[in-house]
C-alpha cells in the first residue's frame, strides 16, 4: 500500500482485499453509531469479527498497533456492542487489527478481547 492523503481509505480498501483472501466475509465498512465507528465488520467462521484498520508510514511513535490503546479499544468495544445490539447478530465475537506500515501489513487476530478491556474485579 502506498501511503497518500487518501491512505485510511485506501489501508481499509487493501484490508478488505486481505481479509477477503483469508476466507472473511465483510459484513459491513465504516459503520458508525453516536459513540464511535467500526472500520470493517467480517465474519470468519461462525465468528463477527470487528477489525480496526490502522495505517502508518513507518514505526515512529510505535507503529500503528501503538494507535490502538486501551481508549481505543474501548471505543471499538462499545461500537461493537451497539452493532450487535441493531442488528440481532448471535456470533461469537473477535477484535482483530490490521496494521500498515509502509508497504508491510500485518493481522493481528484477537488483538484484545473484553477482559483486557474491562477486567473482571
Known amino acids: 500500500m502506498n501511503m497518500s492523503a487518501n491512505s485510511g481509505r485506501q489501508a481499509e480498501d487493501d484490508a478488505c482485499r486481505l481479509l477477503r483472501?483469508?476466507?472473511y466475509a465483510i459484513v459491513a465498512r465504516n459503520w458508525s453509531f453516536r459513540g464511535g465507528e467500526l472500520d470493517i465488520v467480517a465474519r470468519d467462521g461462525d465468528t463477527l469479527v470487528f477489525?480496526?484498520?490502522k495505517a502508518r508510514s513507518g514505526s515512529a511513535f510505535g507503529g500503528p498497533e501503538a494507535a490502538v490503546g486501551r481508549a481505543k479499544q474501548r471505543r471499538i468495544v462499545a461500537a461493537a456492542r451497539a452493532f450487535v445490539?441493531?442488528?440481532g447478530a448471535d456470533l461469537q465475537a473477535r477484535f482483530d487489527v490490521v496494521a500498515w506500515e509502509g508497504n508491510n501489513v500485518r493481522l493481528h487476530r484477537a488483538a484484545f478481547s473484553l477482559d483486557d478491556v474491562w477486567?473482571?474485579?
Do not use: F, I, M, Q
Request: net charge negative.
Open 21 to 23: 483472501t483469508l476466507g
Open 51 to 53: 477489525v480496526e484498520v
Open 85 to 87: 445490539a441493531r442488528t
Open 119 to 121: 477486567p473482571a474485579d
